[in-house]
């Protein structure tokens, strides 16, 4: 018998099922199963839960006939499975990888500068990798069932950004993607070009510190896991600290340390959320010099923009699939705000091309374009460099 302190009746009691031991993993997923089912919402509100979980382990073995180092051994197991994360824990170690994807108990792929790799790795079967899936989000303080099946969470421990889904929103499996942020003090503008990823040669280095001495702003574009988080954190890393800071992100993914800068997340409380609009407002009131949106996604960009349109410098970055592309990408995102809508759409493209003036375009961990932004008359967008070129043309700061 096995008392649940969490329960609102405590003196209710909870009997346990007799497990055949002859099959370990089948053992082990159903006392995950068992520890989900009757204890995950109180568990989600008890800071002890690693013991407690230690409790019901301990009670569900000890009448199984076993020594006190195969019950030790099967806890240790099924705790490891709670608190890491199982066979894909050397992969968050691996400080290559940014990201891993397990559509199915037996495929899992990793990312590694830019390009997907099939790993050898498989989970046992359907049940445990379900369960493995419920874990993650369970021990970062979300609930995944039936009634909610798409749900996205952070572990700030170790920097990660976890999305999962399961039926009956997924057809044929459960599937979970891990993006990876690391607080890596080896992301500098001389280790992006000297370094086996050669991110952009010595030509475009000299003007990437030109930009940042000069203050312009920029943006940087491009599709998930192109390199834009890794840029971004090396060019901040070059301002100097008589410079003040503001970093707002969905998420956390730069980690800067020794500067003058206050690093912001959205929180997703729903009774009282903060998101990026609301974190970009308040950047304004806030004596920054220098105003960072990790990844622009809606009607934050007018805020953004209305921002660096009073001073600040800006670095942002949004996802697009060429540097042009980029202008009408922010454009349709700025009309996402309310405010926006009272002006033309001629309006808002002087509006930002006043005060954005360059963008970067990365493709697969290398500078793919960068685009300069003038405005005189009219916008002018001049292409300065082009990979497939690998010249970068005359400018002009």
Not at 115 to 125: G, Q, R
């Amino acid at each position: 018998m096995i008392i649940n302190p969490f329960s609102n009746d405590n003196n209710k009691n909870e009997e346990i099922n007799i497990i055949n031991l002859d099959n370990k993993n089948e053992f082990i997923n159903q006392t995950i199963e068992y520890v989900f089912d009757n204890y995950g919402d109180g568990l989600l509100n008890n800071r002890d839960n690693r013991t407690f979980i230690i409790k019901i382990i301990e009670e569900r073995v000890k009448n199984k006939f076993l020594d006190k180092n195969e019950i030790k051994e099967i806890t240790n197991m099924i705790v490891d499975k709670f608190y890491g994360y199982d066979i894909l824990q050397k992969y968050i170690d691996n400080s290559e990888i940014t990201d891993i994807r397990a559509v199915s108990f037996d495929l899992v792929y990793v990312k590694i500068k830019g390009s997907w790799i099939k790993t050898d790795e498989k989970f046992n079967s359907d049940k445990e990798f379900n369960n493995f899936v419920r874990g993650c989000i369970f021990k970062n303080g979300g609930k995944i069932n039936n009634e909610n099946p798409l749900i996205v969470v952070s572990d700030k421990n170790n920097n990660l950004r976890i999305e999962a889904g399961i039926s009956p929103v997924n057809v044929v499996s459960a599937s979970i993607v891990i993006r990876i942020h690391r607080n890596n003090t080896n992301d500098t503008l001389e280790n992006l070009l000297v370094n086996e990823s050669f991110m952009f040669n010595m030509q475009i280095y000299k003007f990437l510190l030109g930009m940042i001495e000069k203050e312009k702003n920029i943006v940087i574009s491009g599709k998930g896991g192109s390199g834009k988080t890794t840029l971004l954190r090396s060019l901040l890393k070059k301002v100097g600290n008589n410079k003040s800071l503001v970093i707002n992100e969905e998420t956390s993914e730069i980690f800067l340390n020794g500067m003058n800068v206050i690093q912001r997340e959205c929180v997703k409380n729903k009774s009282n959320a903060i998101d990026l609009d609301i974190l970009s407002k308040q950047s304004m009131l806030m004596s920054n010099d220098i105003i960072v949106v990790g990844e622009i996604k809606g009607e934050e960009a007018f805020n953004f923009l209305d921002a660096i349109s009073t001073g600040h410098v800006g670095y942002a970055t949004v996802h697009a699939n060429n540097s042009k592309n980029t202008i009408d990408r922010i454009n349709l995102l700025v009309k996402r705000n309310i405010k926006a809508n009272t002006y033309s759409s001629e309006f808002i493209e002087r509006f930002l091309a006043s005060n954005i003036d360059y963008i970067i375009y990365m493709k697969n961990f290398k500078i793919q374009e960068i685009l300069e932004i003038k405005y005189k008359n009219k916008p002018e967008y001049v292409l300065l460099y082009d990979k497939n070129k690998d010249v970068l043309v005359e400018y002009n700061y």
